[in-house]
């Protein structure tokens, strides 16, 4: 197909009755209208009555994606897939590599828990159209690298904070927007490979329709994409820190570990859309798949050498060697619907959404222990550990908004959330001794994990504290007013949060199994928009946020040296975080489609969650003690964000398409040993690049280079620091017509490297009298990917 065609195509379609009827109870949250909680901008309602992009124009680009400039109050960064897709994205995640002020603290070549701003994942809110959706991770994130890039439509970065959406946003919001059915007509298939440096082959495939079916528009896709991550790491341990030595290298040496790390594994996602807009009632309904199947299997070994690769002692180096398999079954998945209608007193609209995670994890870990004399036997211990997490939510929206004049809405709703989030986390163990086995050893031919008797589920138990349930109920309301007069739009709300948490502990860990908390926020925003010229305009924006406790933060069992040597006492008292911030920036548009931007922010944030000392004697004795997470610090987060996208048609090269951001990150905690950033912030990150199209030849070529900055991070008894090598990324893409396109794509061409620096200590006394226990240098590298996929268009 080629062409376009009106989005309403004439349809003017009343729900019947019937269909009201149906209700939409059934209906989930997690691939919802970006409207039913994202406020919509211009560029929404142009989508809405504008043209349909075809298949044709998908597959076969006629020209270079920059960053779009939103019409909307708040200050909201928007790239549609053309921006990305070119580069190949696998995930969210990858795709968000390439815009600003996005952050990871991943293994290399992986892409997961987002950190805006820098901050931990926990701080950033991540929507997919515009929606919540539950995740695996204790601090409420959800990864993004669970959600395939060939289902994306745009990335929008909203760096400030809407009475319209959840306050939970401290360093803003990621909002990954599928397709719908309005947005595509036709079909397309897509297919490829992916290449990695132990020679393994992994597929991609997809497929993707939209279309007018019946009175509305059906859209559908499918994703398998195969996963692999093979690395190499390795460990040098000594007894002290160069802190404690001048001279680099002249404390004493423990060991070394050299550790294979293969992730292995495939990712399986459906989405579906079904939209009907009628002349004053619309309905939309949605659905939202992903399964990964994933293996990780680590091998390690020990050697009391820095170098040497020998067997086991006393003629060898070998001090252990441990075989460690995680088998991984996720299910993400929810359905939604919304409902709209147009009357006499305005704009009413409901939404009714449910989604689920499921996360099943099985893991084995075997050692055998082989620092031992002549003679002596082998020590050996297994591990087999069962994890279940399964976290459930049901909301409801109901939202109305009705004109105060021809240039003033005024909007009104409320909120409901129903969470439930079940963990089991049970375990056992085995241990056994073998005479001789040291002599024979070969740690390439033999492995640990033939040395186990057989570990069973039916001998699993409960961690300390790994089986309970939380349950959290929202009620939210929430009102604001907007406005747009010429060049000047701006909005203003206010958002009234409340919240009764219960938790449930049911191992004998918890002095009192079940306690309940209740807290509520008022959560004022504002935000605006100001042309100065025709190509020149200010935003601006301030906001109170927040930030929910971690979950195993909430739990109130006591866990045994979880704190170095000392035990930890969860908080089900605990308050979130709280912050006010704001965020002042300019833009200016450059030339046909291009833009360049900078922006400040700045968070001062309140009641920030720090671990503190009760006073009360651990369960070691004497200098060990019991710590408890409390809203006891304060913190500051500032910065500042620069972004440009535009072609060079400004000095003859229209074809030449150049990209770059720059954000200088720092923040400001003062916790038990004085001051520090917030845990693991990069200083800095940026990503700059180039498309050139050659469109007589139906060609085009690109690349792209990122590098983030060191982190450092602080808890009681471990501090790291963390570095990471720079990425490199190209592609060349030769398009065939107006229906076939074929792509190469190279990354992680510089061989990414993850480096940490781990300084470890028994306890806080020792911590703050530079007494180490361990100094560990750790050192990981992953080889280059090369992919090829074609994309044919229907």
Not at 24 to 44: C, G, K, L, V, Y
Not at 517 to 535: E, H, I, M, R, W
Not at 738 to 753: E, Q
Request: charged letters at 25%; glycine letters at 10%.
């Amino acid at each position: 197909m080629t062409g376009t065609i009106s989005r309403r195509s004439g349809v003017a379609f009343r729900i019947s009755r019937a269909v009201l009827a149906c209700g939409i109870a059934p209906f989930a949250m997690m691939a919802a209208d970006a409207q039913a909680q994202a406020a919509p901008s211009p560029e929404d309602a142009e989508q809405r009555d504008g043209p349909i992009i075809t298949s044709n124009d998908i597959v076969v680009q006629a020209g270079i994606g920059f960053r779009n400039r939103s019409e909307n109050a708040e200050p909201i960064l928007q790239y549609d897939t053309e921006y990305f897709q070119r580069f190949e994205p696998l995930t969210a995640g990858d795709a968000l590599k390439r815009v600003p002020s996005v952050t990871f603290l991943s293994d290399v070549i992986e892409s997961d828990g987002a950190r805006l701003r820098g901050l931990p994942p926990g701080y950033t809110q991540i929507l997919i159209s515009g929606d919540r959706v539950p995740g695996s991770a204790t601090d409420r994130s959800f990864f993004l690298d669970r959600i395939p890039a060939e289902l994306i439509s745009r990335v929008e970065i909203i760096r400030s904070s809407s009475a319209r959406r959840t306050g939970d946003a401290v360093a803003g919001s990621l909002n990954i927007v599928l397709r719908d059915g309005y947005q595509l007509d036709g079909g397309y298939v897509r297919a490829g490979a992916l290449h990695y440096d132990d020679n393994e082959l992994e597929p991609s495939l997809g497929a993707v329709f939209g279309g007018q079916v019946g009175p509305g528009r059906l859209l559908l896709g499918a994703n398998l994409q195969g996963r692999h991550n093979p690395k190499k790491k390795t460990s040098l341990r000594y007894d002290d820190s160069p802190e404690n030595n001048p001279d680099y290298g002249t404390q004493e040496f423990n060991n070394r570990e050299d550790q294979t790390d293969t992730r292995d594994g495939k990712d399986y996602s459906f989405n579906g859309t079904y939209e009907i807009d009628g002349d004053t009632t619309d309905f939309k309904l949605n659905g939202f798949y992903v399964r990964t199947d994933r293996t990780e299997t680590e091998r390690s070994f020990e050697y009391d050498d820095p170098t040497a690769i020998t067997g086991p002692l006393p003629t060898g180096n070998l001090l252990s060697d441990n075989a460690n398999v995680a088998d991984i079954d996720q299910e993400n998945y929810g359905i939604d619907g919304k409902l709209s209608q147009e009357w006499s007193l305005g704009k009413t609209s409901i939404r009714v959404g449910y989604a689920k995670f499921d996360e099943q994890r099985k893991e084995t870990e075997y050692e055998a222990d082989l620092d031992v004399d002549a003679g002596d036997p082998v020590g050996f211990e297994g591990t087999l550990t069962s994890t279940n997490i399964v976290d459930k939510e049901f909301s409801v929206k109901l939202e109305h908004e009705f004109k105060l004049s021809d240039q003033i809405n005024f909007v009104i709703g409320g909120y409901l959330q129903n969470k439930k989030r079940r963990t089991a986390i049970l375990d056992t163990d085995e241990e056994d001794e073998f005479p001789g086995l040291a002599s024979t050893w070969n740690q390439f031919s033999n492995n640990p994990t033939t040395l186990s008797g057989g570990l069973s589920r039916a001998d699993l138990e409960p961690t300390d504290g790994g089986v309970n349930t939380i349950k959290e109920d929202r009620r939210d309301v929430f009102a604001l007013v907007e406005g747009k007069s010429g060049g000047f739009s701006w909005e203003a709300g206010l958002r009234y949060e409340t919240t009764d948490l219960k938790i449930t502990d049911f191992t004998e860990a918890a002095a009192i199994p079940m306690q309940k908390n209740s807290y509520n926020k008022l959560l004022p925003s504002a935000s605006f928009k100001l042309d100065l010229t025709g190509v020149d305009r200010i935003i601006g924006s301030v906001a109170r946020t927040n930030r929910r406790p971690d979950f195993n933060f909430l739990s109130p069992a006591l866990l045994e040296e979880e704190v170095g040597d000392s035990d930890l006492l969860g908080n089900p008292q605990l308050d979130p975080e709280t912050a006010w911030g704001f965020d002042l920036g300019y833009e200016r548009r450059i030339g046909r489609g291009g833009i360049v931007g900078v922006n400040i922010f700045y968070r001062d944030v309140k009641d920030l969650i720090e671990l503190t000392n009760t006073g009360e004697e651990g369960s070691e004795g004497e200098g060990t003690f019991v710590f408890q997470p409390r809203n006891v610090g304060d913190g500051k987060v500032y910065g500042i964000e620069f972004d440009l996208s535009t072609d060079l048609g400004f000095i003859g090269l229209p074809n030449t398409g150049v990209f770059g951001n720059f954000s200088y990150l720092d923040s400001e905690v003062t916790d038990f040993a004085g001051e520090r950033r917030f845990n693991d912030q990069s200083k800095y990150v940026y990503n700059f690049g180039f498309i050139q199209d050659i469109p007589s030849y139906g060609a085009a070529f690109g690349a792209t280079y990122r590098k983030q900055g060191s982190a450092f991070g602080r808890v009681i008894a471990e501090e790291v620091t963390t570095t990471y090598g720079a990425d490199l990324e190209i592609f060349v893409e030769k398009r065939f017509g107006k229906s076939f396109t074929i792509r190469a794509v190279g990354s992680n061409l510089l061989d990414g490297k993850k480096k940490e620096a781990f300084n470890k200590f028994d306890n806080l006394a020792d911590q703050a009298d530079r007494k180490f226990d361990e100094y560990e240098l750790e050192s990981e590298r992953a080889g280059p990917v090369f992919q090829v996929i074609a994309r044919y268009a229907f």
